[in-house]
């Protein structure tokens, strides 16, 4: 069985007729589409603006890294490398400073 695909403009024409009429499954039977398809176009609907909704939105556009976006990258990875590096040593001495004041106490 084949699926059907639905313009955008019969969607938003589907999902304004059933917000006007105030009954989504009416106007669904009416079209003769499945009532939960008609809800899930309402919902999706009325996560984006309707007027600026030129059907280029649902397409993702890949994105494609420049070289300062590398660059970018590159720093924050030393800092996060740096940062890391520093909270290791401050655990490190405050377990060595643990098992002078406690010798009884074993820490993994």
Excluded at 58 to 80: M, N, R, V
Excluded at 92 to 100: N, S
Aim: glycine share 2%; proline share 3%.
């Amino acid at each position: 069985m084949e699926r059907k695909r639905y313009d955008l403009n019969f969607k938003k024409m589907v999902v304004a007729k059933g917000r006007e009429v105030g009954n989504m499954t009416t106007v669904a039977r009416q079209h003769e589409l499945d009532p939960k398809m008609v809800l899930r176009w309402a919902k999706e609907l009325s996560r984006m603006d309707l007027e600026q909704l030129d059907g280029s939105a649902l397409k993702q556009s890949a994105f494609i890294p420049t070289a300062s976006d590398y660059a970018t990258l590159e720093k924050e990875h030393e800092k996060l490398k740096k940062l890391y590096a520093e909270q290791a040593l401050e655990r490190e001495i405050l377990r060595d400073l643990l098992k002078k004041t406690n010798p009884n106490l074993r820490i993994k």
